[in-house]
């Protein structure tokens, strides 16, 4: 499967993005689904994920109760709504999928397929 993701942008401290993870399988609805982000110098970390059914949620305690991810199974889609910006969230978003049973949702390695990001930058 290939991944799309889209959305990022400038935007300042206290605003709202909405990023999209857009997939080529019309099988996606049998994908987990996450976003990680990388800033610069920084190893790339977990952010929200969403499993097959849209049941099941996870967040970093960084994004709680400020990010929401949800998932279109019809449009083949996973979104990530971002509220009250802070700075420290600037980073290339990533969003990544794995078929099948997922055991670690917060882990790199779960997931097989990548897309190929985009930035978010949040000014003070």
């Known amino acids: 499967v290939q991944l799309q993701a889209s959305g990022g942008g400038l935007v300042q401290a206290g605003g709202s993005l909405r990023l999209s993870c857009a997939a080529s399988?019309?099988?996606?609805?049998?994908?987990?689904t996450g976003w990680f982000r990388q800033a610069p110098g920084k190893e790339r970390e977990f952010v929200a994920a969403?499993?097959?059914?849209?049941?099941?949620?996870y967040y970093a305690d960084s994004v709680k109760g400020r990010f929401t991810i949800s998932r279109d199974n019809a449009k083949n889609t996973v979104n990530l709504q971002m509220n009250s910006l802070k700075p420290e969230d600037t980073a290339v978003y990533y969003c990544?999928?794995?078929?099948?049973?997922?055991?670690?949702?917060?882990?790199?390695?779960?997931?097989?397929?990548w897309g190929q990001g985009t930035l978010v930058t949040v000014s003070s």
């Open positions: 969403i499993n097959w059914s849209g049941g099941s949620t």
């Open positions: 399988d019309r099988s996606f609805s049998r994908y987990a």
């Open positions: 990544a999928a794995n078929i099948g049973y997922i055991n670690d949702f917060y882990s790199r390695l779960s997931y097989k397929y």
